[in-house]
């Protein structure tokens, strides 16, 4: 029996020595891989999209290899904390709030949001004008406001946690409505086709990329959604360098640099816009 | 049903691999647990108060808990807390622990709280004789309970850790917070690229029976050997 | 430690935990009916009643809880048929999903409590009836069931604790549990050690007050 115990702790340290990695070179990049087309994977489950093409041709620039690691979007900045990855590259839109945590590069791309129906729903053809900006405001954004808040009066809308849309349907802008969050894209699309959801809010191009995969008649209403609450464009998440100080703390200040000048140069070479319209169908660069 | 085939568009060689790792991930973790549980046990049988409190706030606060919070806790809590104690030695690299590792543990330590249970309601039901007779013959304390307490504990802890192994068996589609590839993850996937959860989920339920059946049938011919000679 | 943040989140998962408590309370209801029948069943004489009781039971022991979860949430939702039955109107709601979930998984494990207290009730107990010319049927239902149900309290005061843990998955299919309230916190706060801490103490309570409530039953109705 000693015998037994002495293997069994000799198992787990050594699962423990072979499961450390120490800290390399090569800068490892977080990403959800289920938010196409920024990030999603192929059906031998690599990580594929726009933003993971971008990560490798930014860390070109930078002159390091990288490596991109899938997390599952409601633990993305905890990981980012937890030194699982050195930069998030998912989608994640600039937000004061998320800058209070963790702080962001240049934004690189632009999404705007959009309330989506299945065909059919008495929501379409809503009386809005095609953009609104909640940043600029203005008498022409609280109309349209107004006229979404009875729009979705009593509508079960559905989206995904810890993102911008949730916040904006939780912050009062469209009165109060009836939010369900939902773990991934992929669950919200479910329970808006299957009819559990009158409506869902996200990215627009999330929206038509499932349309088109999944056949189903799904609707984009309403004016597009940017600023405000739907933040300045997306761009990598970073740790704050003030987080830890010292070695550590510099050595992420120094990641900050160099990811905004390997967006200067992407962008004047014009890597994004190329990858931007490969992914997205239109130049969605900043 | 070509969904579920072997092969490129098929899924069913990644299913196949991730049932290999829920295998994997619930040995480990059961193995953990019974670290765990042999820690925990003779403190929890011990005379010493404060020793008895450490091992009841361990059972009660980790069977307490729904298993998920406790995965949570351990994931987002755990690492920060390893790499807290490696700065105090001087160490500031990061530390990763793969999502093996921590997945394992995480439900090691679940697993390890109910086997603690298990074998100290076993010893407690060993008779009070065995104990005695060992203590009389002289012979020495950790022999004792090597050779004579552990096999009696063994055999009749086998049917209540053969509901342990089920809990840890099951548990481990709770992981997926570790990003670890196992069945209920891939599963997850599989539904989510073929918007086809009714198919993948249900298979997943084929291929958690399937583990239940062949642990059923294994946990019962080790409940015979063990057996033998009482 | 952000304490402040722990204490601001407590009354919000304190609210949720009324949501915890009702789903509990539900799943419990319904679980006890079906294990009830259920443990009939695998009684019977009949061996074909007995095995399809013995495949329900299982099946709903033998894979986790949170894919049965989800087969009753995503996968009916998917099937437009489905979605045209009456039926829809209670599947569409995830709150009856959940309850539909827990309370098929709590019923087959309380109907393997029931069948064992049933099983190894003392034959004494019956002989007594039988002896005392009382027929066969009102010795099951006056006296083999309450004998059962009095003989099952420990076990299933540990079911209901397992069960109110169960009750924690119902945050994977979008209802505000005290899981999924403490989720929602961290999905703002990104605080998640602190917040789940507090979920944590909070589940902690309540199987405290259970666990001593069933002490409490236990106690009062024993009858050895």
């Not at chain 2, 009070?128 to 007779?133: D, L, M, N, R, V």
């Not at chain 2, 993850?185 to 339920?205: C, E, M, N």
């Not at chain 3, 079906?34 to 329900?56: D, P, Q």
């Not at chain 3, 069948?115 to 002989?127: D, L, M, N, V, Y």
């Amino acid at each position: 029996m000693n015998i037994f115990k002495k293997t069994i702790f000799s198992v787990l340290a050594s699962l423990l020595i072979i499961g450390n990695v120490y800290a390399s070179d090569k800068i490892k990049i977080g990403t959800e891989g289920a938010y196409p087309p920024w990030n999603s994977k192929d059906a031998s489950g690599k990580l594929i999209g726009f933003e993971v093409e971008l990560a490798y041709a930014l860390c070109r620039y930078i002159g390091r290899q990288c490596d991109i690691v899938e997390q599952d979007w409601d633990g993305m900045i905890p990981a980012l904390q937890m030194r699982k990855f050195d930069a998030i590259m998912a989608g994640m839109s600039i937000t004061d709030e998320r800058k209070k945590v963790i702080t962001f590069s240049q934004g690189y791309a632009d999404e705007v949001g959009s309330l989506a129906v299945m065909k059919g729903s008495d929501l379409e053809g809503m009386d809005t004008p095609e953009g609104v900006n909640l940043t600029l405001g203005g008498s022409g954004v609280n109309k349209a406001l107004k006229t979404i808040t009875g729009a979705l009066a009593g509508k079960t809308v559905c989206t995904q946690t810890g993102t911008i849309h949730q916040n904006f349907l939780e912050s009062g802008d469209v009165g109060k409505v009836n939010v369900r969050t939902y773990k991934t894209q992929d669950e919200v699309n479910l329970d808006l086709a299957s009819g559990r959801c009158d409506v869902a809010l996200a990215a627009a191009v999330a929206f038509t990329d499932y349309a088109e995969k999944s056949g189903k008649s799904v609707v984009l209403v309403g004016p597009t959604f940017s600023g405000g609450a739907f933040g300045n464009g997306v761009g990598v998440g970073l740790r704050q360098a003030s987080q830890l100080g010292g070695t550590l703390g510099a050595r992420d200040a120094e990641l900050l640099k160099a990811f905004n000048k390997a967006i200067d140069q992407a962008r004047k070479d014009g890597v994004i816009s190329r990858l931007a319209i490969k992914h997205f169908g239109f130049d969605a660069s900043m | 049903m070509e969904l579920l085939s072997f092969g490129k568009t098929g899924w069913g060689d990644e299913l196949f691999y991730a049932t290999l790792m829920t295998i994997a991930v619930s040995i480990t973790a059961m193995l953990i647990g019974f670290f765990f549980a042999l820690i925990f046990t003779p403190l929890k049988l011990s005379n010493n108060k404060f020793l008895n409190f450490i091992a009841n706030s361990y059972t009660t606060v980790i069977r307490g808990v729904p298993e998920l919070l406790v995965i949570y806790l351990f994931f987002f809590g755990g690492s920060g807390a390893i790499m807290y104690v490696a700065s105090i030695f001087g160490y500031f690299e990061y530390i990763e622990i793969n999502a093996f590792i921590t997945g394992s543990v995480a439900i090691g330590i679940i697993s390890g709280a109910y086997s603690t249970e298990v074998f100290r309601g076993a010893i407690q039901s060993i008779d009070k004789g065995q104990f005695e007779a060992a203590k009389v013959l002289g012979i020495k304390k950790h022999i004792q309970f090597f050779k004579i307490i552990m096999p009696q504990m063994l055999r009749l802890a086998i049917p209540n850790l053969s509901n342990v192994w089920q809990i840890t068996l099951k548990d481990t589609s709770l992981i997926s917070v570790t990003g670890l590839v196992e069945i209920m993850r891939q599963s997850y996937i599989a539904a989510g690229s073929t918007r086809d959860p009714l198919l993948f989920y249900s298979f997943a339920a084929v291929l958690y029976l399937m583990l239940t059946f062949l642990s059923m049938k294994i946990i019962n011919r080790l409940e015979v050997k063990y057996s033998r000679g009482f | 430690m952000d304490f402040t943040l722990m204490a601001s989140s407590l009354p919000k998962l304190l609210g949720a935990a009324i949501v915890t408590l009702k789903l509990l309370s539900l799943s419990l209801f319904f679980g006890i009916f079906i294990g009830l029948l259920f443990a009939i069943l695998r009684l019977s004489k009949n061996s074909l009643v007995s095995k399809f009781a013995y495949g329900y039971s299982y099946i709903f022991r033998g894979t986790p809880l949170l894919v049965q979860i989800f087969i009753i949430y995503y996968g009916l939702g998917q099937i437009e048929y489905f979605r045209t039955t009456f039926l829809w109107v209670i599947f569409k709601e995830p709150y009856w999903c959940a309850i539909i979930a827990f309370a098929l998984n709590t019923g087959a494990y309380t109907s393997e409590i029931l069948r064992s207290a049933f099983q190894t009730i003392k034959p004494g107990i019956i002989e007594a009836g039988k002896s005392l010319g009382i027929s066969n049927k009102i010795i099951f239902y006056k006296i083999q069931i309450p004998v059962a149900i009095r003989q099952s309290l420990p076990a299933y005061g540990n079911e209901i604790i397992l069960m109110m843990k169960g009750t924690s998955l119902a945050s994977t299919v979008t209802l505000m549990d005290i899981t999924g309230v403490a989720k929602h916190i961290v999905s703002t706060t990104y605080k998640p050690l602190e917040v789940f801490l507090m979920a944590g103490g909070i589940y902690l309570f309540m199987t405290f007050i259970i666990h001593n409530l069933i002490k409490y039953l236990e106690k009062k109705y024993s009858f050895q």
